[in-house]
């Protein structure tokens, strides 16, 4: 029985998320901020060193008046399989400590933050700008460290963090799981905070190669894009999107490539 | 033993060898990594059992369920509740932040009195016992002398038992003044007053609509129940209903609908009765609704045919023709078309005219009363207290003329008129005492000098804030409420809601200072004054209220967290066949459409600033936790710089460029405002957050950007005594 | 008062001089140590890096002492394996030159890293996948080699030469020298690869981004090659630099050419191989990217296909041309001109390699971001220029570095 489980297909989890329901409330990133102990400062405004494992940006069509349109776009770690989903994301094969990884049952990048010792060579690698280095050391105001959630380590000055899935959620699911005698998890008891949060539903959450997965149907869609697809990141976060535009947004293209 | 350089070399060296030969280095090099991966001052979050509370969000309006999680006894995260009819798992960015404000720093943590100037900062902690003796002392000695109606209070909400009991207070006590925030909602009220014939909200059964016409509401920015709008957007996505935005800017509501017309902003009610011209004329309105439930219309079709054809409209508008004819077209050939308007999040209130100009567009669809329409939904029912005993005080301070007039004979239809507040009070009504209820006036209302000098005036300023907000740090006396999540209370959701439901906010963490229910605090000032206000009171603590109130509903409350039985809850009107006034019975039609005319001379202030509403910057009541103004984009606030969206064409013509600074003046003031370019805006203005500015909260907050309010003021609605700016002239001058 | 430590038969200025320039050189290296110790303290908010470079100054200041220091590999090659014995006569230099440049490096990755304590995990818990595990083991070995090439230097000094078993093992590591060279060539070779392998296997970075042969792409190879070639060029400069201090001739006219010869078709050999690089990058890796050449230096306020000219162009085809020619070699003003633009070239190299790569968007909604370092980078980057120049100066001093002074100035 046991080893049948582990003989069981890999999971590959991913996101589907819809930009034509997002409204850019920004729910996924408070969510994101609140369920994994995310710091914060005085001054947030300084994109370059604000700590947004999520982050939402804001499209424009680049448009005059009254042509103007914007979309936005949640952009977690893309969770990159690299070439041929072998593991080899752009982070992943150039941390010389192995403090990330790639896990081949699930999917998922990992960040080992005892074990990172913030050299940054990952954030050079990332073309999402998903990895985010801890430049301060993080303060909580007096009391309101209460708040902090235990499943999530909080991270010291000096490395480098990143979405993860909320693998922690996984990780409690997964006890439960083999504690009831099951080897397998239910969609709905594997979900992402901010997929959980997202008030317009536009994130879905689940196991891209179970077909009983929404995912798995999702990422079909003939609106279905990922970012940079041509770099090969292969990445676990597809978008949908009706505009034309939008999806063409997700890439790159040379001046003769256009329509 | 002689020691030479020559042994003291090889001493050295072989020492050195030693040493690195040794284990000490590699156990120092193992011990410092394991010091840095412990650091002491990296907090470890202590592990504890987990459990779940359901309670409910009472930081707007939009009455969302909330299912909190804890470790131990700390509540570590917020989540939406499941199945909930409001939110249905779904919530916002700043009902997830709740945490931040019940540990922040910001929390007044025991009863407070004044030792210095007002909003010096300066204060002595006093006892429950000696502030309520103080505050109610002060009522006795006002109430003593004849002045009871000179007491104020101004509260968020007029909604739930909290609400009720400091009504039920006033009124016993002797004064009519109870005052609720000014909100879109004054507006639906008074348009239902006017047209229906009595005080209703709206409720709009926007989920089934089929075609959703919004004049500027930011129905997915925070109008209304927030998350339910935004569920409400997402069902329109799928089932293809189209959505279109009237609005001078390109909100994110707008980017997201189908269309998005721009439109001379403050002249969406021409556009309304340009619409309803062409429905009219050709003849597409639901004969069987306007004849059989609607007055009035000979006069008001007489009106438009004459005066609002879209060539006509188009001139005031800017909106073409072409386009009028064709979404009046598509609005009328809807099965379930909803004309909705509230600008933003519907803080500020809108002209009668506005409304009743885009409630017509609803009687011509016939989409009144209906599934898929447009409702008035009454006030929740479950409050039903026994009457108490009004003695001779009583009696002759409630029939006096409310402060801000509504009620009175110019302002008949208005329940509550807070905009005109400070201006009364600037002009002599007198104020001697004010309560402030979880409301933040000295920083949401507009003309904030002239607030200012209103509070000036008012010789004792009490507020029962948990925060120290803008208000609270210019009080005397601070009685601090416990916060939502430390506190029983209903929450009845009724913003826009066509099926009102009421939750119970229930106590998630034990109170973490030393604050008292708002509910318990008004109950024992009413006892320690003693017969008659002290009978109306005839509970032990707010507790037993509320169980009372609730009565059989309590089991359900606390069990579910939330009822939705429309006989608890409150009751939406049928109000077809019956009498719908689409004339709104106004004998004198110039004053009720017109256009607004602002402040200031066009030729100084040739730009119109406009505030705008933003999910990410709460303005109401509650200023933004760390973790929203986090999420703010730096085009909007850079450090403690706030930017003010203009086209590119604006900046050419006064010389400005991307990230320039600029003065923006405008007859209420002048402020030091960064420039972001925005194809989406009409040429001409200047848009402006609402939210930033606050002088009071913490470092994460206050001191960043400007409060909109301070450059802004009212205009009045002369039909009904609302506010009708939307925004004031402005000008930009390179800095 | 320091006589009885110079070496016999040159002469030096007097002490008291001789401190005053180490002082200045120290003040300097102070504030180098402070600005380093307020980012091992407070933590490196002390830099303008950030979420968008986070490889920045001192990663650039990395990857070009290195390129230069690798004079001491190519020339101690050229010398010990190749047999260019002529070269003895600078190799001492050009070792000490390297010794400089390596321990530099060594402790601004040092600095650079946001948890120093955690450094050996680069070792313990090493990624073999990794350029940057490859650049640490093979940075710290050469690093062991080179210093196992300096010691015997050290040894020569007149009083530690006096300890018989100093001597001895001073001598006995001359012997064995070659080993080492070979070893350190080799070393070399892979550290200076990876090094070019750093940004040229990050596929997520098409500036960046080179194909190549097996796991090294074509970025690994020319960086080892314009190693080889313009490190000798920094160790003669350096050389001249000294001499116009020195006010001395310190090695003769001909190894400097034969040098500056070997450095002259070495630099023209790379930057032919650099321009066909850049030609298929341009054409065939960056198109199947998406971008277009322009796309990598417009819409942005510095990066302007400028820089390109600069590298290849002034500070490769110019220096290969004049050092390849007899008479530009002879030339003291050309060769001069040759062998700084020849030491900007891989500079520049290494800056496009490094911050280039991190200013550009890839992603098409995000935005060129560009950078200026803070006081503190600055200081603690200048920090290993005063300390080269004090175990310069000190090493001149007290140890035979030149073995043709003596000599070059026989009036002393």
């Known amino acids: 029985m046991k080893e049948e489980q582990n003989h069981e297909k890999a999971k590959r989890f991913g996101m589907v998320i819809d930009l034509d329901k997002c409204t850019g409330c920004g729910a996924c990133m408070v969510a994101c901020m609140s369920e994994n102990n995310v710091p914060f400062k005085e001054d947030e405004s300084k994109k370059l060193d604000s700590i947004t494992w999520l982050r939402v940006y804001k499209l424009t069509n680049g448009k005059p008046f009254p042509d103007a349109e914007i979309c936005y776009l949640p952009r977690p770690c893309q969770h990159c399989g690299g070439k041929g989903d072998h593991g080899h994301s752009p982070c992943v094969s150039v941390c010389p400590a192995t403090a990330t990884d790639y896990s081949n049952d699930t999917g998922i990048v990992s960040q080992i933050y005892t074990r990172c010792f913030g050299c940054r060579y990952c954030m050079a690698a990332c073309p999402y700008h998903a990895r985010y280095f801890n430049w301060w050391d993080p303060v909580w105001p007096d009391g309101m460290e209460k708040y902090l959630s235990p499943n999530v380590s909080v991270r010291m000055r000096g490395i480098v963090e990143k979405c993860s899935f909320c693998f922690h959620r996984y990780q409690i699911a997964m006890e439960k799981a083999h504690y009831e005698g099951r080897g397998e998890l239910e969609e709905n008891e594997y979900q992402t905070a901010c997929t959980q949060a997202c008030p317009a539903n536009a994130i879905t959450f689940g196991d891209l190669n179970n077909p009983g997965h929404a995912v798995h149907e999702l990422k079909k869609d003939k609106n279905a894009f990922r970012l940079l697809e041509r770099l090969q990141t292969n990445t676990k976060v597809y978008y949908i999107s009706s505009r034309e535009w939008v999806r063409r947004a997700g890439d790159n293209y040379l001046e003769k490539e256009k329509k | ?735 | ?412």
């Open chain 2, 1 to 735: 033993m002689k020691i030479d350089r020559r042994c003291f070399l090889s001493l050295g060296i072989g020492g050195a060898a030693g040493i690195a030969l040794s284990p000490l280095p590699w156990k120092l090099a193992d011990d410092s990594a394991i010091w840095t991966q412990m650091w002491p001052w990296t907090p470890v979050p202590a592990d504890g059992e987990v459990t779940y509370v359901k309670s409910a969000c009472t930081l707007c309006p939009g009455g969302c369920g909330i299912s909190v999680r804890k470790v131990g006894n700390r509540a570590v995260k917020i989540e939406g509740i499941e199945g909930h009819p409001v939110n249905d798992g779904g919530i916002c960015p700043l009902g997830l932040s709740g945490l931040q404000l019940l540990y922040g720093p910001t929390r007044v943590k025991s009863p407070l009195k004044r030792t210095g100037e007002r909003g010096e900062g300066k204060w002595e902690k006093i006892s429950w016992e000696e502030a309520i003796t103080e505050v109610s002392k002060k009522l006795g000695d006002l109430r003593g002398k004849g002045e009871s109606d000179s007491v104020a209070c101004i509260s968020g909400s007029d909604k739930g038992t909290v609400p009720a009991l400091f009504k039920r207070f006033m009124s016993v006590f002797g004064s009519p003044n109870f005052m609720r925030m000014p909100s879109i909602q004054d507006s639906y009220e008074i348009a239902n007053n006017v047209s229906m014939g009595f005080i209703a909200q709206s409720g709009f059964d926007l989920e089934k609509a089929d075609f959703v016409l919004s004049f500027g509401s930011g129905l997915i920015e925070g109008w209304g129940s927030p998350v339910r709008m935004i569920r409400a957007n997402s069902s329109w996505r799928k089932a293809g209903v189209k959505v279109v935005q009237v609005e001078p800017r390109l909100s994110n509501t707008a980017a997201k609908s189908d269309k998005w017309i721009p439109v001379n902003p403050g002249t969406e009610y021409a556009l309304a009765l340009g619409l309803a011209h062409v429905i009219i004329r050709e003849s597409l309105y639901r004969k069987d609704f306007v004849q059989a439930g609607a007055l009035g219309f000979i006069r008001f079709r007489d009106l438009i045919l004459s005066s609002y054809s879209p060539e006509s409209v188009e001139k005031i508008t800017g909106v073409k023709k072409e386009t009028i004819e064709s979404l009046a077209a598509d609005f009328a050939k809807s099965e379930r078309p909803i004309a909705i308007c509230g600008r933003g999040q519907g803080k500020a209130q809108s002209s009668l005219g506005e409304l009743l100009a885009v409630q017509a567009l609803n009687a011509l669809a016939g989409n009144i009363g209906r599934e898929g329409g447009v409702f008035a939904v009454n006030d929740p029912a479950y409050i039903a207290w026994p009457a108490y005993q009004a003695d001779e005080t009583a009696a002759a301070g409630i029939k006096k003329e409310r402060i801000d007039g509504a009620g009175s004979v110019k302002y008949g239809f208005a329940k509550s008129l807070t905009n005109r507040f400070a201006g009364a009070v600037n002009s002599g009504a007198p104020v001697s005492l004010l309560f402030v209820l979880e409301s933040n006036p000295l920083y949401s209302l507009p003309d904030t000098k002239a607030v200012k000098d209103a509070f000036k005036k008012i010789p004792f300023i009490v507020s029962f804030s948990s925060f120290m907000d803008d208000t609270a740090l210019n009080s005397d006396i601070i009685l601090p409420n416990h916060v939502y999540l430390e506190r029983y209370e209903d929450v009845p959701a009724t913003a826009g809601l066509s099926k009102p439901v009421v939750s119970l906010a229930r106590p998630v963490v034990s109170p973490q200072f030393n604050t008292k229910h708002a509910g318990d605090v008004i109950i024992l000032i009413a006892k320690e004054m003693g017969s008659p206000v002290a009978d109306a009171f005839p509970w032990d603590d707010y507790q037993a209220c509320l169980e009372g109130t609730a009565g059989d509903k309590w089991k359900i409350l606390n069990e579910e967290g939330f009822s939705s039985d429309p006989a608890f809850t409150a009751q939406v009107v049928n109000t077809f066949p019956g009498k719908f006034d689409i004339s709104g019975g106004i004998p004198d039609f110039t004053i009720l459409f017109a256009s607004v005319s602002h402040e200031g001379d066009p030729k100084a202030y040739p730009l119109f600033l406009m505030p705008y509403d933003s999910f990410r910057i709460a303005s109401g009541y509650i200023g933004d936790p760390p973790f929203v103004i986090k999420t703010v984009e730096d085009t909007v606030l850079k450090g403690k710089d706030i930017l003010v969206e203009i086209n590119p064409a604006t900046a050419k013509a006064n010389g400005l460029s991307a990230g320039s600074y600029a003065t923006l003046k405008t007859p209420k003031g002048s402020a030091r405002v960064k420039i972001n370019l925005f194809e989406g805006i009409m040429p001409g203005l200047v848009a402006m957050p609402r939210g930033l500015g606050h002088t009071a909260y913490d470092n994460y907050l206050a001191g960043k950007g400007i409060n909109v309010n301070e450059l802004i003021g009212t205009v009045e609605d002369p039909a009904s005594g609302l506010d009708a700016a939307w925004g004031i002239r402005a000008n930009l001058i390179k800095a």
């Open chain 3, 1 to 412: 008062m320091d006589s009885a430590l110079i070496p016999k038969g040159v002469k030096r200025c007097p002490t008291w001089q001789f401190a005053l320039w180490i002082g200045a050189a120290g003040a300097v290296l102070l504030w180098g140590v402070f600005a380093m110790l307020l980012c091992w303290f407070k933590g490196l908010n002390q830099t303008n890096m950030n979420d968008s470079y986070g490889f920045a100054l001192w990663i650039w200041a990395d990857l070009a002492v290195i390129a230069l220091g690798g004079g001491a590999f190519f020339t101690g090659f050229l010398r010990y394996i190749v047999g260019k014995d002529e070269l003895k006569n600078i190799i001492n230099y050009a070792v000490l030159i390297g010794f400089i440049c390596y321990s530099s490096a060594l402790l601004i990755l040092a600095i650079d890293i946001g948890q120093p304590l955690r450094g050996w995990f680069i070792f313990w818990h090493a990624n073999v996948h990794s350029m940057l595990t490859e650049v640490a083991f093979c940075l710290t070995c050469y690093f062991g080699v080179l210093t196992i090439e300096y010691v015997p230097l050290i040894l020569e000094n007149r009083q530690i030469d006096k300890v018989p078993f100093f001597h001895r093992l001073g001598h006995n590591m001359h012997e064995i020298m070659a080993v080492f060279a070979a070893t350190g060539a080799f070393l070399s070779f892979f550290h200076q690869g990876s090094l070019g392998g750093v940004s040229g296997v990050l596929f997520g970075r098409p500036f960046g981004y080179r194909e190549g042969i097996f796991i090294w792409p074509w970025t690994f190879f020319l960086f080892t090659w314009s190693a080889a070639a313009c490190g000798p060029c920094f160790t003669i400069l350096i050389t001249k630099i000294t001499e116009k201090i020195t006010g001395k001739k310190l090695v003769k006219q001909n190894v400097i050419e034969l040098l500056a010869k070997i450095s002259g078709w070495m630099i023209g050999t790379y930057i032919i191989a650099k321009i066909i690089d850049t030609w298929y990058w341009a054409k065939v890796t960056a198109p199947e990217a998406g971008f277009n050449l322009m796309d990598f230096y417009s819409n942005n306020p510095f990066y302007g296909i400028w820089i390109l000219v600069l590298e290849i162009v002034i500070c490769g085809v110019v220096p290969a041309i004049i050092l390849i020619s007899e008479k530009g070699r002879k030339n003291p003003a050309a060769l001069m001109t040759a062998l700084i633009l020849a030491v900007i070239g891989p500079c520049v190299n290494r800056w496009v390699m490094v911050l280039q790569v991190m200013a550009m968007p890839v992603l098409t909604f995000d935005n060129w971001v560009m950078y200026y370092p803070s006081w503190q980078e600055v200081a603690t980057t200048i920090l290993p220029v005063a300390y080269g120049v004090i175990l310069i100066s000190l090493s001149y001093r007290y140890l035979p570095i030149f073995p043709q002074e003596q000599e070059l100035n026989p009036e002393a």
